[in-house]
């Protein structure tokens, strides 16, 4: 599967934005899709996942009630809702895939998209 992100932007803090992950390729519905950021200097950190169903999401405490994780298998897409942004939220976003179970670590996930960068300026 190969995975693509998009909708990354500048924006201040308190704004929105919302990211998607577009998949191409057989097969997405079989795999539990993730979102993870790393800002500069640092390591690259889970912020959301969800199962192949879209019934179970986990979150990262950092970003728990304000952002929220979905997907739409019929279109081959899983969304970050980002909310309430706030400067320390800066970073490239990526989104990754891999077969079931769910995992919160980089290294576990198979599939990659590029990264979007999200500025949230104060």
């Known amino acids: 599967v190969q995975l693509q992100a998009s909708g990354g932007g500048l924006v201040q803090a308190g704004e929105s934005l919302r990211l998607t992950c577009t998949a191409s390729g057989r097969g997405f519905i079989n795999y539990a899709v993730a979102w993870f950021r790393q800002a500069p200097g640092k390591e690259r950190e889970f912020v959301a996942s969800i199962t192949r169903n879209g019934i179970s999401t986990y979150y990262a405490d950092s970003v728990k009630g304000r952002f929220t994780i979905s997907r739409d298998n019929a279109k081959n897409t899983v969304n970050l809702q980002m909310n309430s942004l706030k400067p320390e939220d800066t970073a490239v976003y990526y989104c990754?895939?891999?077969?079931?179970?769910?995992?919160?670590?980089?290294?576990?996930?198979?599939?990659w998209g590029q990264g979007t960068q999200v500025t949230v300026s104060s």
């Open positions: 990754a895939a891999r077969s079931p179970p769910l995992r919160a670590t980089a290294l576990d996930y198979n599939y």
